[in-house]
T-cell receptor, first 111, second 113 residues
């Protein structure tokens, strides 16, 4: 009965590849997010999305794109992976005026 | 950039109260104080939030000074499982319309037996 689940938990791939990370929430929330936590442990918002609006952090490269097939899912697609993309990626969800619930992260390593 | 200042690390004896301070001297009138924590290898976990009154829930208490320029998170009886990085964040209600929580470096709390 995990609230926010991400798959895969670990992802190791080569530079230049395209990959996706999936996120699902079973809390009935209307807003979902993607965060990136780098090697220095700084946690930064990448996207927030509900059925009305996608907000993109302007520092995020356009190689990153969120895709939401329905309200319970927000997947993260990454094209042409670079070494600097190595990080832990966290998905989160919330009701519009509620606290954010986070998944346990996807550890992406670029070789 | 984060709008809060927290000590880098703190230790606490198991069973004792853990008091984690946070300075937010530039907080705006519509901004709340939120606390999240991140246990090793897990995602951040919401703890508590407040505007100007002190708040208490099953996890912790939040004490906000009258001028709102600082606050203290209190874990009344710390356990080893409370060892984590604690983040103090100021933001409009739940990050406002963008849901944008800005995490700083946080305080690494080590609870010791």
């Amino acid at each position: 009965d995990t609230a926010v689940s991400q798959t895969p938990k670990y992802l190791v791939t080569q530079m230049g590849n395209d990959k996706s990370i999936k996120c699902e929430q079973n809390l009935g929330h209307d807003t979902m997010y993607w965060y990136k936590q780098d090697s220095k442990k700084f946690l930064k918002i990448m996207f927030s999305y509900n059925n009305k609006e996608l907000i993109i952090n302007e520092t995020v490269p356009n190689r990153f794109s969120p895709k939401s097939p329905d309200k319970a899912h927000l997947n993260l697609h990454i094209n042409s992976l670079e070494l600097g993309d190595s990080a832990v990626y966290f998905c989160a969800s919330s009701q519009t005026s509620g606290p954010q619930h986070f998944g346990d992260g996807t550890r992406l390593s670029i070789l | 950039d984060a709008k809060t200042t927290q000590p880098t690390s703190m230790d606490c004896a198991e069973g004792r109260a853990a008091n984690l301070p946070c300075n937010h001297s530039t907080i705006s009138g519509n901004e709340y104080v939120y606390w999240y924590r991140q246990i090793h290898s897990q995602g951040p976990q919401y703890i508590i939030h407040g505007l100007k009154n002190n708040e208490t829930n099953e996890m912790a208490s939040l004490i906000i000074t009258e001028d709102r320029k600082s606050s203290t998170l209190i874990l009344p009886h710390a356990t080893l499982r409370d060892t984590a990085v604690y983040y103090c964040i100021v933001s409009p209600l739940y990050g406002g319309s963008q849901g944008n929580l800005i995490f700083g470096k946080g305080t690494k709390l080590s609870v010791k037996p």
